[in-house]
């Protein structure tokens, strides 16, 4: 016999469980969505490539 507090644990006569197991530190949407606006804010930093022809930087 399983504890009730026990999610993790299969019972011998429980039926398997469909999907992915869930983790038990997962973040809710809102904590993903904070760290994402977090990341973004910080990314502004943006590169620019400028393509020279060759030709052009050895005159």
Known sequence: MKQ?????TRD???KPAR???RS???KSLAQR???FRQ???FNFLISVTRNVNPK???Q
Do not use: T, W, Y
């Open 33 to 35: 969505q904070r760290e």
């Open 24 to 26: 038990p530190n997962a």
């Open 4 to 8: 009730l507090s026990d999610k993790f």
């Open 19 to 21: 999907g992915r197991p």
């Open 39 to 41: 990341r973004q804010k």
């Open 56 to 58: 052009e930087v050895n």
């Open 12 to 14: 011998a006569f429980d």
